[in-house]
C-alpha cells in the first residue's frame, strides 16, 4: 500500500526526530525546517488534489447542462404542430394560417410558404437555389381571404 504525502512527511519527521538531533547545531536547524517545510508542502498539495477533483467534478456537471441548453438551443427540427420538417423561422410556425409545403428541387429540403411568397419566385432557404412552384389559383385566393 503506497503511502499520502502527509504519511511519508510524518515518516521522515520521524525518522529526524529518532536521529536525535541537536537543533542547536546548524545542520540540526536545516534539517528541522526541512522537515517542517516538508509537512507543509504535503498538506498544500493534498488540499489541491481536493480541490482539483471537485472542479473537475464541477466541470463535468457545467458540461453536462450546457449539452441540454445546447440540444434546446440548436434544436433543427420544427417543433410546431403543422407537421412540416422545415426550421420553425417559416411563416407557417408563426401563425395558425394555412401554408404550402414543397421540396426543394435542388437538395430535398421541404419548404414552407403562405399567400405572401410569390410561388414563382421562391428560393431554397438551405442551399439557396432559385426555383418555381406551381400552385393552385384558388388555394392562393383562399389564402388571401385570411
Known sequence: MEMTLNERAAYIKGLCDGM???TASKEGKVIAALTELISDMAITIEELEDEVVELRDYIEEIDE???DVEEVLCDEECDCDCD???DCDCD????EDDYFEVECPSCGETICFDGTIDPEELACPACGEKFECIVDEDDLEALDEE
Open 84 to 86: 412540416c420538417d422545415c
Open 92 to 95: 407557417c410556425c408563426d401563425d
Open 20 to 22: 536525535e538531533l541537536d
Open 65 to 67: 447542462d450546457l449539452g
